[in-house]
């Protein structure tokens, strides 16, 4: 493999979605730097981050249905049982929910935990709390999708957080996904929400870092028994 094939390969795409952002910041690097010249190497500096914001690797995903990888690259900051929102009609019974916490450094880039068909979009207009809190996940905007699987349906949902402005999904329904597909990104910072239903058990720790597509958080048919873990 030549120099220039392993440079290729070591650098990540950037997804489609941050084309403007990426262009706006390198055009307002050019007009400042004609204001003052120390502020272009600045705006290129804020260029490259949001180039680097944007990324989109690729992921090898593990192909077993009985497992659900990580929607989102984050922080696990959740493994509890909660009521899932009302507008994804899952019941009012609580589900295993699992939280993967976002920063503005994370890739946010969001794949698909399960193998499955997309039964159900709702979007929900909401406020912009810290992503973090409990109460984010009935009281900020989101975006929910219902993916029905072998082992029965499966709540995603993409939260806005404090910073976050801008939930992106590119799925509709009865879309069919494979496990680690991409079906979304959320803008600068946020969280993303999976809930369980029975016969799920958790395989990832709080503040565990997981990464979208290849990160096994919960399993089905496991003799292992559950992590004892809560919301800290």
């Not at 650098?11 to 952002?21: A, D, L, Q, R, T």
């Not at 680690?180 to 946020?190: A, K, Q, T, V």
């Amino acid at each position: 493999m030549d120099l220039f094939e392993s440079i290729r390969k070591a650098i990540v795409p950037v997804h489609k979605e941050g084309y403007p952002f990426v262009a706006a910041f390198f055009v307002a690097s050019i007009i400042l730097g004609w204001i003052f010249e120390p502020l272009f190497w600045i705006g290129m500096i804020l260029t490259l981050w949001c180039a680097y914001f944007f990324r989109d690797p690729e992921r090898v995903t593990p192909q077993d249905d009985d497992l659900i990888v990580s929607p989102a690259d984050g922080r696990v900051s959740a493994i509890q049982m909660a009521v899932p929102p009302e507008e994804l009609h899952l019941g009012s019974e609580p589900m295993l929910r699992i939280s993967i916490f976002m920063n503005v450094f994370n890739c946010h880039v969001n794949r698909s935990p399960v193998r499955g068909r997309i039964t159900n979009i709702v979007y929900r207009e909401g406020r912009f709390l810290n992503a973090e809190l409990d109460k984010a996940s009935q009281e900020n905007e989101r975006n929910g999708l219902v993916i029905e699987t072998t082992h029965g349906e499966i709540g995603v949902v993409q939260i806005a957080g404090l910073v976050a402005r801008r939930i992106v999904c590119w799925a509709n329904p009865s879309d069919p996904l494979a496990a680690g597909e991409r079906f979304g990104l959320i803008r600068f910072g946020s969280r993303l929400d999976v809930f369980l239903p029975v016969g799920a058990e958790p395989r990832v720790a709080l503040g565990q870092t997981a990464i979208a597509g290849e990160t096994v958080i919960a399993e089905f048919g496991s003799s292992k028994g559950p992590v004892v873990s809560r919301r800290s």
